[in-house]
């Protein structure tokens, strides 16, 4: 079958693909940037990636008629405009309005359970979705999930910070709420297994593991896994505001997923029981089991996708285009430096390694200081690291930066910074004729970005100095 895959660069879209290749499925990735993907699948002929802007109708012309099948992964939780409900419905309208000029005859939706009475904004608008979807000229079968649980997820590395961090927890009153966290693996397994099944065409099913866990049971039974004791607290005055100020200092997130998470979080979500797991053959694992799995792949380096490469985990609107490739020459400020290198080849391997727990070659308490600040002015800070240690592409997070070109074979990284800033910023590196070359690059903004140069100008001496030093020796 050809299939259509939306939100391909996304959490599940990214590990969902390779399962459907595996399955002998010819796969059509849409994305907003062809520069994520195409490098990504060079090499995989079964996979086409398209342009396609699902807020644009005019875009989605590049998406072929030919598709059998379709996922709609598109998902705008932490978006940080206040209509992004009215955001996601227009998307969901563009969807359908395209689709039905297709060949399509399957539509599969992955949204969040949805049968209490009182819902979040969040999943208000996952409910609304459905709705919009549903269509006379296709198929629509919906999957409903809870939390998912699996290396680069959001619950999962927020829990893990908690954890990892915090022997002690003053939590709110919400870490009590109900809820049926299921693996990763086994929602992968729900989406792959549903395509060209006619017998769930026109159905809704929720997805859900074996087990009914409140918050804090999740947090004690992964400390457990980890072996680590914990002793949490929960209080009743912590306003929702304030607990969201707690996870966004505590954890990786960004504070705008931090508030819809909260949000969400004191509303229990509970599955409806029903015969998909034996149709389709799936058996859920327990949280405990999700979580060690989660650490296999972990410890091998060998996360797929991460919730942190996503745009919503930093602060800025701007995606990878060749826009903000081509770096502007005029009204900047550069800082420019060269060496000789050593071994080209090593100094491409400490390049393409730079960032997350590598660090940045020098000065690495200055940089942890500007990841603090930055912060605390609601900034990205240095906490989300990178999802792979030795392999990194086109739009991945790299601690408060953003990919914006990794070509090994042009010996080219590019950088985009997603700090907060009177200004916009592009850190790149390049190594060419036995030279590494690398440069800062600041466009300011008033007299406010002039200032900050100047200012940090004494420490880009130091440190852009000390990194390329080592890079060059690599």
């Known amino acids: 079958m050809k299939i259509l895959v939306t939100g391909a660069t996304g959490y599940i879209g990214k590990r969902l693909i390779p399962i459907l290749l595996d399955r002998g499925h010819t796969v059509v ?36 008629k030919d598709i059998d099948a379709a996922y709609y992964l598109i998902h705008s939780m932490s978006n940080s405009v206040s209509k992004f409900h009215q955001m ?34 969040h999943l208000h608008s996952r409910k609304n979705v459905e709705i919009t979807l549903e269509s006379e000229h296709y198929a629509l079968t919906v999957f409903k999930a ?101 996870l966004y200092f505590v954890t990786s997130t960004s504070f705008k997923l931090a508030q819809t998470l909260v949000n969400s979080m004191g509303i229990e979500i509970i599955g409806k029981p029903s015969d998909i797991n034996t149709i389709l053959e799936v058996s859920p694992s327990t949280y405990k089991e999700a979580v060690k799995l989660a650490f296999v792949k972990i410890k091998q380096n060998s996360i797929v996708s991460s919730w942190k490469d ?79 240690q030795t392999s990194i592409n086109a739009g991945d997070a790299l601690d408060f930066w953003r990919v914006l070109l990794a070509d090994k074979d042009d010996k080219r990284l590019l950088l985009f910074a997603e700090m907060k800033l009177p200004g916009e910023a592009w850190l790149e590196f390049r190594v060419a004729d036995g030279k590494i070359y690398q440069q800062a690059v600041f466009r300011p903004r008033g007299l406010a970005g002039r200032l900050y140069w100047y200012s940090v100008l004494p420490f880009h001496g130091l440190i852009f100095n000390g990194m390329i030093n080592k890079l060059a020796n690599a």
């Open 29 to 64: 990735c849409a994305v907003r940037g062809k520069l994520r993907l195409e490098n990504f699948y060079a090499n995989e002929p079964k996979v086409s990636v398209v342009e396609a802007d699902f807020l644009d109708p005019d875009s989605l012309e590049n998406i072929p």
């Open 146 to 246: 809870g939390i998912i649980v699996g290396s680069g997820s959001s619950s999962f590395e927020i829990i893990r910070d908690l954890v990892e961090k915090l022997p002690v927890m003053i939590a709110p009153k919400w870490l009590n709420t109900k809820t049926q966290p299921l693996g990763v693996r086994d929602v992968l397994a729900y989406l792959s297994k549903a395509v060209g099944r006619e017998e769930l065409y026109n159905k809704s099913y929720d997805i859900f593991g074996p087990e009914v866990l409140t918050y804090k049971d999740m947090l004690l039974q992964f400390a457990e896994c980890r072996k680590l004791k914990r002793y949490i607290i929960t209080v009743p005055v912590m306003t929702p505001k304030l607990s969201s100020y707690w």
């Open 310 to 388: 996503s745009y919503v985990s930093g602060r800025s609107k701007k995606r990878v285009s060749t826009k903000y490739i081509k770096i502007p020459k005029y009204g900047c400020f550069k800082d420019v430096k060269e060496r000789p290198v050593l071994s080209e080849e090593r100094t491409l391997e400490k390049i393409w390694s730079i960032g997350g727990t590598n660090g940045w070659y020098y000065g690495t308490t200055f940089w942890r200081i500007r990841g603090f600040l930055d912060k605390l002015v609601g900034g990205t800070g240095l906490r989300r690291g990178r999802t792979n």
């Open 88 to 121: 996601e419905e227009d998307c969901a309208q563009n969807f359908k309005d395209y689709i039905e000029s297709t060949q399509v005859k399957q539509v599969i939706y992955l949204s969040g359970i949805t049968n209490d009475s009182k819902l979040s904004k």
